[in-house]
């Protein structure tokens, strides 16, 4: 027992030397945050031999544990990782890496906060330092830039703006080719067939969901549910969210049933003491479904509040509608008041407390409930146009269009019932 205890220590200690950082998946979030933080502690001591390496080591794990926990801390301590290696950066490589870092760094404040802004900075980020000479850098910055730029077209809704960042996608993914099954290549995969497969199901286009398919059985078949399960997992409920798309639109109860399990699988994985985010999303993507109790989105709520998360937000949302609709069902009043007075509440506190995208989703949380009572026979106010208006477009400037669509929806209902 001591033998493997000593030889298990070992393995921990070769993998925190390692360069590929896939070996985090198979530790939970709080060892996580205790890595992260002794890394950067590391890095700050006078007696560091590689303080570059073991500060770009630190930025990397603070980044994703700001990735897996949503907590704003990790993120604004990846974002000083990040500046210190700007500073302390020797040569030109050292100096291509560092901006590396940084552009992954903004991109992933906007996935999770929103805010087009980080985007462009990281895109300036990249552009200023010019293309690396060392070619694994330079894949490594087309591969980030290629990210970035498909954030930003997916914002612009310029067909022509999509098509050059597919393109940059697909370039950068070719010179990756080298380092299959990496991070970085498998985050640009993932990437990819997300992109892919939003787009196919948008316009139906077989080539695009063939293409994202592709992307994601290649996942799947050498993400290691034993060595790189997060990866695998998240894999997975995109094929479960595609074919969910997909059966909604062609009415097909095998492919909703077999995406299901796909999300069943990867719900498996999710779980709130190893990646808590991962596993929120996937109860806000099972909202709809009336099988998922109103107390898991109750706590998926709860884990990513205060932080100003878009997954916080729609957690908010999703919890809602499931209250309204379950107060409607049974024309409970006093539930429908219970909920509003909840969100009321909540919009009250002072302004510095609330996100912006709390604001937009309590508003369309209120929609919903003026909504239901209307059809219940109450009278629905004459503002409510208006407020859904002002949360689809706070939404839209953050860059979060499926809460500014779920607003444009309630407003187009609200028009109707006002017909």
């Known amino acids: 027992m001591f033998e493997f205890g000593r030889d298990l220590r070992k393995l921990f200690a070769q993998a925190r030397e390692s360069e590929d950082l896939g070996w985090i998946e198979l530790i939970g979030v709080d060892l996580l945050q205790a890595e992260a933080r002794r890394e950067a502690t590391d890095a700050g001591r006078v007696s560091c031999t590689h303080p570059f390496e073991t500060e770009r080591r630190a930025c990397a794990l603070w980044r994703e544990h700001a990735r897996r926990s949503g907590a704003a801390d990790s993120l604004t301590r990846a974002s000083r990782c990040a500046d210190s290696l700007v500073r302390i950066a020797r040569d030109e490589t050292q100096t291509a890496q560092a901006a590396i870092e940084v552009a992954l760094t903004v991109?992933?404040?906007?996935?999770?906060?929103?805010g087009p802004e980080h985007l462009h900075a990281g895109v300036r980020v990249l552009k200023a330092i010019g293309r690396p000479r060392r070619a694994r850098d330079a894949s490594a910055a087309s591969a980030v830039h290629a990210r970035l730029m498909a954030r930003l077209a997916r914002l612009s809704d310029d067909p022509s703006a999509l098509l050059d960042a597919a393109a940059l996608m697909d370039a950068a993914l070719h010179d990756l080719r080298g380092g299959d099954?990496?991070?970085?290549?498998?985050?640009?995969?993932?990437?990819?067939?997300?992109?892919?497969?939003?787009?196919?199901?948008?316009?139906?286009?077989?080539?695009?969901?063939?293409?994202?398919?592709?992307?994601?059985?290649?996942?799947?078949?050498?993400?290691?549910?034993?060595?790189?399960?997060?990866?695998?997992?998240?894999?997975?409920?995109?094929?479960?969210?595609?074919?969910?798309?997909?059966?909604?639109?062609?009415?097909?109860?095998?492919?909703?049933?077999?995406?299901?399990?796909?999300?069943?699988?990867?719900?498996?994985?999710?779980?709130?003491?190893?990646?808590?985010?991962?596993?929120?999303?996937?109860?806000?993507?099972?909202?709809?479904?009336?099988?998922?109790?109103?107390?898991?989105?109750?706590?998926?709520?709860?884990?990513?509040?205060?932080?100003?998360?878009?997954?916080?937000?729609?957690?908010?949302?999703?919890?809602?509608?499931?209250?309204?609709d379950l107060a409607e069902a049974v024309a409970d009043r006093t539930a429908l008041d219970a909920v509003r007075g909840r969100l009321l509440a909540r919009l009250t506190v002072h302004e510095a407390r609330n996100a912006p995208l709390d604001w937009a989703a309590d508003q369309i949380g209120l929609a919903r409930i003026a909504l239901a009572a209307a059809r219940l026979g109450d009278a629905a106010p004459s503002s409510l146009g208006l407020i859904l208006a002002e949360a689809a477009a706070t939404a839209r400037e953050l860059g979060v269009p499926i809460l500014a669509d779920q607003a444009d929806r309630l407003a187009r209902a609200t028009a109707r019932s006002a017909a």
């Open 107 to 114: 991109m992933l404040r906007f996935d999770l906060c929103g």
């Open 181 to 324: 099954h990496d991070v970085a290549h498998d985050e640009l995969r993932l990437d990819r067939a997300a992109r892919a497969l939003e787009a196919g199901v948008v316009q139906r286009d077989p080539r695009l969901l063939d293409q994202a398919g592709r992307d994601l059985a290649a996942l799947v078949g050498a993400a290691s549910p034993d060595q790189r399960p997060l990866t695998r997992a998240r894999a997975l409920a995109l094929c479960g969210a595609g074919l969910g798309a997909l059966a909604a639109v062609a009415d097909d109860a095998a492919a909703r049933r077999q995406g299901r399990e796909m999300f069943d699988a990867a719900a498996e994985t999710f779980t709130p003491d190893h990646s808590p985010l991962d596993w929120a999303t996937i109860q806000i993507l099972r909202g709809d479904d009336a099988a998922t109790p109103l107390m898991v989105l109750a706590q998926a709520e709860a884990l990513t509040q205060g932080e100003g998360l878009i997954v916080g937000a729609l957690a908010r949302l999703s919890r809602t509608a499931r209250e309204v």
